[in-house]
Structure formats: C-alpha cells, structure tokens
C-alpha cells in the first residue's frame, strides 16, 4: 500500500505534472486525476496493489482502443484500470513522473523522439503491438496522386493542410519535413484536434470540396470515407514507426504479471480496425462496453496475450 507519506509526494507530483502539462501544450488543458501507485517510483507492487493507470489521447482511435481492450482485459484478471485522458505532452511528463503507468501509443523511433529524447532515461519500453505509418490524405475524387503535386494546386486548397492536435509529432514532422520539402512553405498547417480534422474532410466530401489532412494507419477513417493517401516519393514522413508500449521505469520489476503479458501484444491492423470501426460507430462514451464485448467475440485472439509471462525486466530489445 501507499504510505500517507508517498501520497503526500505523489500529490505535490501530481500538481507539478499537471502545471507542467498545461504549459506543455499550447491551447490544450489536461488534469492528473491520481496515480496506481504501481510504479516503482511510488513504492512498487507489495502484492496487494493491483491497481494500474494508463494514460489515453482522445482523438487518436488506436489508443483509444487498444487502452480500453487492456482494460477489460486487465480488470477481467483482477486488476483496477484508471484510463485517464491527456494531451500527448502531459502523457510522457506523467508517466516519467510515474503518475501515470502506461501508454500504450508511443510512435517510436520518429513520431515521438523528441518526447523520447527528453524522457527516455525514466521510461522503459515494454514492447511493440504493431506499425503505424503518416500520411497526407485527400478524397478519392482529388486529382491528384502524389504531395509533389499540391504545390501547384495552392488556391484550389485554400493553401491549407488540416492537421490536428499540436503537440503531436505527426504535426511537427510535416511542418518541418513535408512542407519544406514540397514546397509548401507557404501554406498553412491548421492547428486543431482529431476529432475537428475529422469534421471537416467529412463536411468537404459531402460537398465535394478539395481538402488535405493528416492522417496515419491504422485507422478506422480509410474504411469509412472515399479517401486516398498521397505520395511521398521523396520519403519526407521517413519509416514507418513501431506503436509502443511505455512505461515509468522500474514498472516490469514491480509488475512482472502486466508488463509480462504487455510484451505479449500484438495485432494486425485488419483486425484492430474491427474494434476501432465498432467504437467510432457506437460513439463516444461505448468504449469500454464496445471492448468488452470485442474481447469476449475474439478470445482466440487475446488469449495468446496471456501465456507464460517472460521475465520481471524490459526485454533487450526493447529497452
């Protein structure tokens, strides 16, 4: 258990974290809300504490989904989840901080290496679960097939790129990759959220209008709307990243079981669209009834999660 002492650290913690998320992003709030207490920052795991928190970006549906599978999963062995929902600034503070367990959505090594960089020396990686690519999206019925083009096609965009939260690193790799490479220096790259940026490419197919957005896979998107992913022939999105699993240092040690079957995680993007497509149509506040009930009509697919443990430390490969 938490000594009154710990809590107390955990607290003052908790207050600077969040002052420092606030900061961290610009013109996104987030809150701590309260730590497990799992980490070995904060004690560790004394037998007693099965309590877990892992960290969510609303918005980004491949978090949100494979967040809410592990806790079904996880509370279906016993375990107290806290998902709580922050920017991807606050995310990292937190977790290094080691008021946060888990996040499941690391972009690594690219997306988010300088997230990473700043961190890395109090995080552990606990493992991959599949790729994630970026991409610069447009409906099917745009012209056009490669990002080498939209340099030519300016007003017929409005000289707009629709992105979605700042702080995210698909964000700064195309401010500082993709449009000086293309040419696109002199267009904008709106600054929004997910869910905004989602908004807008349905409300321009519906009226047929041209629209650019930042994308990536996997998601649920590409088999709901007539889109089409522009080229990239000089490679300015740079490899496809490995989604990671992060965690506050020390947390394998102190949590062999969860980190264990965390290693374990893997899945195919054909097959995790299944649960996000049936999130996105269930909407918002369904998704851990959605995940639940996914969990329970795909066994064969989560029970290999939990075989043999393998050892109470980070995996060479992974640390």
């Known amino acids: 258990m938490t000594s009154t002492f710990s809590r107390r650290a955990l607290l003052g913690g908790l207050l600077a974290a969040t002052t420092a998320g606030v900061a961290a992003c610009s013109g996104e709030t987030a809150q701590f809300s309260g730590g497990s207490g799992s980490g070995?920052?904060?004690g560790g795991d004394d037998g007693d504490n099965k309590t877990v928190s892992m960290a969510i970006v609303a918005g980004w549906d491949e978090c949100v989904a494979s967040s809410n599978l592990w806790k079904v999963l996880l509370e279906q062995r016993g375990y107290t989840v806290n998902l709580q929902e922050l920017d991807i600034a606050s995310t990292f503070t937190g977790v290094a901080n080691g008021q946060i367990d888990l996040y499941l959505d690391a972009w690594l090594p690219a997306t988010h290496e300088d997230y990473w960089n700043r961190y890395e020396d109090d995080l552990e990686k606990l493992g991959t679960w599949t790729d994630?690519?970026?991409?610069?999206?447009v409906p099917e019925y745009?012209?056009?097939s490669s990002i080498a083009e939209l340099k030519d096609h300016k007003d017929d965009f409005g000289g707009r790129i629709v992105g979605i939260e700042a702080g995210a690193g698909e964000m700064k790799v195309a401010r500082e990759s993709i449009m000086p490479n293309y040419g696109l220096d002199d267009w904008t790259l709106v600054e929004g959220s997910t869910s905004a940026m989602l908004a807008e490419l349905q409300?321009?197919?519906t009226r047929k209008e041209n629209v650019a957005v930042t994308l990536w896979t996997p998601h649920w998107a590409f088999g709901k709307y007539p889109i089409k992913n522009l080229d990239d022939p000089d490679g300015a999105w740079g490899e496809a990243d490995q989604l990671t699993t992060v965690a506050t240092k020390g947390f394998s040690e102190a949590n062999p079981e969860v980190a264990g079957w965390l290693k374990n995680y893997s899945i195919e993007d054909d097959v995790l669209a299944t649960l996000m497509s049936q999130i996105q149509?269930?909407?918002?506040g369904s998704e851990?009834?959605?995940?639940?009930q996914w969990a329970q009509d795909n066994a064969d697919v989560t029970d290999a999660w939990f075989g043999e443990s393998t050892s109470s430390s980070p995996s060479p490969s992974a640390s």
């Not at 149509?281 to 918002?284: D, I, K, L, M, P």
């Not at 851990?288 to 639940?292: E, K, M, S, T």
């Open 281 to 284: 149509a269930a909407g918002s």
């Open 288 to 292: 851990a009834d959605v995940a639940q």
């Open 142 to 144: 745009v012209d056009l």
């Open 203 to 205: 409300k321009s197919i």
């Open 132 to 137: 994630g690519t970026l991409v610069l999206s």
């Open 40 to 42: 070995s920052k904060s």
